[in-house]
Protein backbone atom coordinates (compact mmCIF):
# COMPACT_ATOMS: atom_id res chain seq x y z
CA UNK A 1 0.00 0.00 0.00
CA UNK A 2 2.60 2.65 1.03
CA UNK A 3 4.76 1.68 -2.22
CA UNK A 4 1.89 2.60 -4.42
CA UNK A 5 0.88 5.43 -2.60
CA UNK A 6 4.40 6.89 -2.91
CA UNK A 7 4.56 5.92 -6.68
CA UNK A 8 1.10 7.44 -7.37
CA UNK A 9 2.57 10.60 -5.61
CA UNK A 10 6.44 10.68 -7.86
CA UNK A 11 4.35 10.19 -10.47
CA UNK A 12 1.93 13.06 -10.07
CA UNK A 13 4.55 14.88 -9.09
CA UNK A 14 6.37 14.35 -12.33
CA UNK A 15 3.45 15.19 -14.74
CA UNK A 16 2.90 18.66 -12.40
CA UNK A 17 6.71 19.31 -12.62
CA UNK A 18 7.85 21.65 -15.45
CA UNK A 19 10.70 19.20 -16.62
CA UNK A 20 12.78 21.55 -18.94
CA UNK A 21 13.56 21.02 -22.67
CA UNK A 22 16.73 20.58 -24.09
CA UNK A 23 16.54 23.87 -26.10
CA UNK A 24 15.24 25.49 -22.70
CA UNK A 25 18.57 23.82 -21.12
CA UNK A 26 20.73 24.94 -24.00
CA UNK A 27 19.81 28.74 -24.19
CA UNK A 28 20.22 29.12 -20.25
CA UNK A 29 23.61 27.76 -20.77
CA UNK A 30 24.42 29.99 -23.68
CA UNK A 31 23.04 32.53 -21.25
CA UNK A 32 25.44 31.57 -18.56
CA UNK A 33 28.69 32.03 -20.90
CA UNK A 34 27.07 35.12 -22.12
CA UNK A 35 27.12 36.54 -18.87
CA UNK A 36 30.42 35.11 -17.83
CA UNK A 37 32.11 36.42 -21.21
CA UNK A 38 31.30 39.93 -19.91
CA UNK A 39 33.31 39.37 -16.87
CA UNK A 40 36.34 37.48 -17.88
CA UNK A 41 38.88 36.82 -15.49
CA UNK A 42 41.61 39.34 -14.90
CA UNK A 43 43.32 40.90 -11.58
CA UNK A 44 40.94 43.45 -11.69
CA UNK A 45 37.86 42.60 -10.41
CA UNK A 46 34.30 44.80 -10.77
CA UNK A 47 32.67 45.94 -7.59
CA UNK A 48 29.57 44.32 -8.25
CA UNK A 49 27.02 42.15 -5.30
CA UNK A 50 24.70 40.86 -7.58
CA UNK A 51 23.76 39.30 -10.64
CA UNK A 52 20.03 40.02 -11.48
CA UNK A 53 17.90 37.46 -13.12
CA UNK A 54 14.54 38.76 -14.01
CA UNK A 55 11.60 36.73 -15.51
CA UNK A 56 8.54 37.75 -16.94
CA UNK A 57 5.92 34.70 -16.52
CA UNK A 58 3.87 35.99 -19.05
CA UNK A 59 6.24 36.38 -22.46
CA UNK A 60 8.99 33.70 -20.87
CA UNK A 61 11.66 36.38 -21.23
CA UNK A 62 14.49 36.38 -19.21
CA UNK A 63 16.44 39.66 -18.64
CA UNK A 64 20.04 39.92 -16.53
CA UNK A 65 20.91 42.93 -15.03
CA UNK A 66 23.76 44.02 -13.06
CA UNK A 67 23.59 45.96 -9.67
CA UNK A 68 22.92 49.37 -11.87
CA UNK A 69 20.57 48.05 -13.65
CA UNK A 70 21.85 47.66 -16.81
CA UNK A 71 20.94 44.69 -19.25
CA UNK A 72 23.71 42.28 -19.93
CA UNK A 73 21.62 40.07 -22.28
CA UNK A 74 17.98 39.42 -22.87
CA UNK A 75 16.52 35.41 -24.29
CA UNK A 76 12.96 34.20 -24.71
CA UNK A 77 12.33 30.45 -23.15
CA UNK A 78 9.24 29.37 -25.31
CA UNK A 79 8.47 26.80 -23.05
CA UNK A 80 8.38 29.22 -20.05
CA UNK A 81 5.37 31.75 -22.36
CA UNK A 82 2.22 31.65 -20.56
CA UNK A 83 2.95 29.43 -18.23
CA UNK A 84 0.09 29.95 -15.20
CA UNK A 85 1.23 27.87 -12.81
CA UNK A 86 1.64 29.09 -9.45
CA UNK A 87 4.90 27.83 -8.35
CA UNK A 88 6.31 29.12 -11.52
CA UNK A 89 9.17 30.76 -10.33
CA UNK A 90 10.03 27.37 -7.72
CA UNK A 91 9.58 25.31 -10.82
CA UNK A 92 12.27 28.05 -12.68
CA UNK A 93 14.66 28.49 -10.37
CA UNK A 94 15.77 24.83 -9.90
CA UNK A 95 16.43 25.01 -13.23
CA UNK A 96 18.15 27.88 -13.49
CA UNK A 97 20.14 26.70 -10.54
CA UNK A 98 20.79 23.78 -12.06
CA UNK A 99 22.45 25.83 -15.16
CA UNK A 100 24.34 27.75 -13.06
CA UNK A 101 25.89 24.60 -11.31
CA UNK A 102 26.72 23.40 -14.93
CA UNK A 103 28.78 26.14 -15.65
CA UNK A 104 30.51 26.20 -12.04
CA UNK A 105 33.81 27.03 -12.78
CA UNK A 106 32.75 30.12 -15.74
CA UNK A 107 30.81 31.28 -12.94
CA UNK A 108 33.19 31.07 -10.10
CA UNK A 109 36.28 32.74 -12.03
CA UNK A 110 34.33 35.75 -13.26
CA UNK A 111 35.82 39.06 -12.46
CA UNK A 112 32.98 40.17 -10.38
CA UNK A 113 34.42 40.57 -6.64
CA UNK A 114 33.10 38.08 -4.02
CA UNK A 115 30.96 37.28 -2.15
CA UNK A 116 28.05 37.94 -5.44
CA UNK A 117 24.87 36.32 -5.66
CA UNK A 118 22.72 34.89 -8.82
CA UNK A 119 19.47 36.19 -7.90
CA UNK A 120 15.68 35.20 -9.00
CA UNK A 121 13.47 38.35 -9.46
CA UNK A 122 9.98 38.59 -11.11
CA UNK A 123 9.19 41.27 -13.51
CA UNK A 124 8.54 43.72 -10.75
CA UNK A 125 11.71 43.55 -9.95
CA UNK A 126 10.89 41.90 -6.76
CA UNK A 127 13.82 39.31 -5.51
CA UNK A 128 12.01 35.77 -5.10
CA UNK A 129 15.45 33.68 -4.64
CA UNK A 130 19.01 33.54 -4.77
CA UNK A 131 19.51 30.94 -6.52
CA UNK A 132 23.95 30.89 -6.33
CA UNK A 133 26.44 32.11 -3.94
CA UNK A 134 29.84 32.73 -5.36
CA UNK A 135 32.38 33.06 -2.28
CA UNK A 136 35.67 31.20 -1.57
CA UNK A 137 34.28 30.42 1.93
CA UNK A 138 31.03 30.00 2.09
CA UNK A 139 28.61 26.85 0.13
CA UNK A 140 25.06 26.91 -0.24
CA UNK A 141 22.98 23.95 -0.40
CA UNK A 142 20.43 23.60 -2.78
CA UNK A 143 17.01 23.79 -1.24
CA UNK A 144 15.83 20.86 -3.44
CA UNK A 145 18.01 18.74 -1.90
CA UNK A 146 17.60 19.72 1.74
CA UNK A 147 13.23 19.33 1.30
CA UNK A 148 12.11 16.82 3.62
CA UNK A 149 15.50 16.57 5.98
CA UNK A 150 13.43 17.37 8.88
CA UNK A 151 10.94 14.95 8.60
CA UNK A 152 13.40 12.46 8.00
CA UNK A 153 15.65 13.07 10.32
CA UNK A 154 12.51 12.96 13.06
CA UNK A 155 11.64 9.72 11.36
CA UNK A 156 14.92 8.26 12.07
CA UNK A 157 15.31 9.35 15.61
CA UNK A 158 12.10 8.37 16.77
CA UNK A 159 12.32 4.52 15.17
CA UNK A 160 15.87 4.95 16.83
CA UNK A 161 14.64 5.71 20.00
CA UNK A 162 11.92 2.38 19.47
CA UNK A 163 14.89 -0.03 19.80
Known amino acids: MVTKVFYT ?20 DR ?28 TGEVTVFNDDDEEIT ?9 NTDDDFYEQIASVLRKSIETNKELVENMSILKPFSFVLEDEEKE ?3 ELYLVDDEVVIIDPDLMAGLDEDLNDFMENLLKD
Open 127 to 129: SLE
Open 31 to 58: AIRKIADKFPPAEETTQMTDVHIRVTQE
Open 9 to 28: FALFKEITSMKPSEQTLQQL
Open 74 to 82: RLVIEQWID
